[in-house]
């Protein structure tokens, strides 16, 4: 599926710097920069220098390479022209390339031919623009995972077997006069079971995956006055929350970001859990259990000087840290449920501060470690219903309904399964893809 037209844009970013390139990327990328350059563009992948001139003289000096089909980004032959890094200069030569019959290239554009020409699968190429997001650690790390193929691959293999017993299945229909049975009925639900719980892991993988994509949520919790509004002052080296001796300062949730180890986290003030009479107080208190429940690590504060609460961390999935802050007033033992959990911390003279960050990152990577990660929104809409047919698939087996019937959840799992990796694409899906992009990409 070869494009017939040839694309080309500026691929460093727009502005001036010390060099820019300008790249091309269709049949005639050769044939329309060579009459700007004095040397042969023939042989691939070797930098030449020359210089790049237009009928009314020399633009600039440029190193040309050049990738041949299919050997290069797109699997189109691609040319290459790094020049210096003036606005200017930049312009002229793509306005020259585009009147000798180039076309500006779409957002995205050559990647999305990358696509097409089977250079990477749709979950790669939306990694590459992660990849190009990326703005900490865990974000390249995930980006980086997805691009050498993540769970794609696993998907493309699932998606393989099930296409199997879809056959097998479908087979079946062709000599429905006859009441013979291909596939075996035990196998078909074993594996559908099987498939669903790779995918069910996967989606369960989502909020981790998405939460080191955005900033892991930190809820700060507990009573009035214990000190949250200072812990996240103090976490955040930043006067961000007002602090007060009254109980009751904060109302709404006051957040920052915070980096450790790579990860970022988001952190939210909330206000302090009472019983109260003040209506906005009361707003604000039921704010703070809405942010708790959609927290993925609760920091429970605690005044060293008061009482401990709660005393064990609730089981709901999250992870619950408890922060035993004012200790240069006093201390209070740890209890036992706690353990490993906790640390004395002082927000006021920084005491501990280091050591809490710290039990954050680990909290987090202790569950990453190893296990691919879902972090693309598409993908998981793709993989509830991947999940959903496969229990249909499975329902319809266990009741012994007719084959033709299952092979149409079957059908639709493989179809969703194959939106995730781009053997089943539209249009709109990949439009929408692409324009993430930047031009030139
Ligand atoms: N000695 C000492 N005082 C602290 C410490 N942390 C906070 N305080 C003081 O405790 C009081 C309450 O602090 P805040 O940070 O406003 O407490 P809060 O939990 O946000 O209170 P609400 O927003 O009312 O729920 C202030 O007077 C702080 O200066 C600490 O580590 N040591
Ligand atoms: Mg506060």
Do not use: W
């Not at 017993?165 to 006859?178: G, H, K």
């Not at 496969?390 to 959840?409: C, H, R, S, T, W």
Request: with cysteine; charged share 20%.
């Amino acid at each position: 599926m070869m494009s017939n037209d040839t694309i080309a844009a500026v691929a460093t970013p727009a502005g001036t710097g010390g060099i820019a390139m300008v790249r091309l990327s269709g049949p005639q990328a050769v044939a329309i920069v060579q009459p700007c350059i004095a040397v042969a563009i023939s042989e691939p992948r070797k930098a030449v220098l020359s210089t790049f001139a237009t009928g009314e003289g020399v633009i600039d000096e440029v190193v040309v390479t050049f990738y041949r089909a299919p050997h290069s980004y797109t699997g189109e032959d691609v040319v290459e022209l790094s020049c210096h890094g003036s606005l200017y200069v930049q312009q002229a030569i793509l306005g020259h390339l585009i009147s000798l019959g180039a076309r500006l290239a779409e957002p995205g554009e050559f990647t999305r031919r990358a696509f097409v020409n089977g250079k990477l699968d749709l979950s790669q190429a939306e990694a590459v623009a992660d990849l190009i997001d990326a703005a900490t650690p865990a974000q390249h790390r995930l980006a980086v995972s997805q691009l050498r193929g993540g769970y794609a691959r696993e998907l493309a293999g699932l998606r393989q077997r099930l296409i199997d017993l879809t056959s097998l299945l479908e087979l079946e229909l062709d000599f429905s006069q006859e009441d013979v049975a291909f596939a075996d009925r035990g196998e078909l639900l074993a594996t559908a079971r099987e498939l669903a719980t790779s995918v069910n892991s996967l989606l369960d993988s989502f909020a981790l995956g998405n939460a080191l994509k955005q900033g892991v949520p930190v809820a700060i919790t507990g009573s009035p006055n214990v000190g949250k509004s200072s812990l996240l002052n103090a976490l955040l080296h930043d006067d961000r929350a007002i602090v007060s001796p009254i109980p009751g300062t904060t109302r709404d949730c006051v957040e920052g970001l915070l980096t450790v180890g790579g990860i970022t986290f988001r952190l939210i003030d909330t206000a302090g859990l009472r019983d109260t009479a003040d209506e906005v107080e009361r707003l604000g208190i039921e704010r703070s259990h809405r942010v708790c429940n959609e927290a993925m690590i609760v920091l429970h504060v605690a005044d060293s000087t008061g009482n401990i609460q709660p005393t064990e961390p609730p089981h709901d999935g999250r992870r619950h840290l408890l922060v035993l802050n004012k200790c240069d007033l006093g201390t209070l033992p740890v209890p036992p449920a706690y353990e490993g959990s906790a640390v004395s911390v002082s927000a006021l003279t920084g005491y501990g501060i280091e050591e809490l960050k710290q039990l954050m990152a680990s909290a987090v990577s202790s569950e990453s470690v190893g296990n691919a990660l879902l972090t693309n929104v598409r993908h998981r809409d793709a993989l509830l219903r991947v999940s959903r047919a496969l229990n249909a698939v499975a329902e319809g087996l266990a009741a012994e309904v007719p084959a033709d019937l299952v092979a149409i959840d079957l059908r639709d799992a493989l179809h969703h399964l194959g939106t995730v990796t781009g053997e089943v694409t539209t249009d709109e899906v990949l439009g929408n893809i692409f324009s993430r992009f930047c031009v030139g990409k």
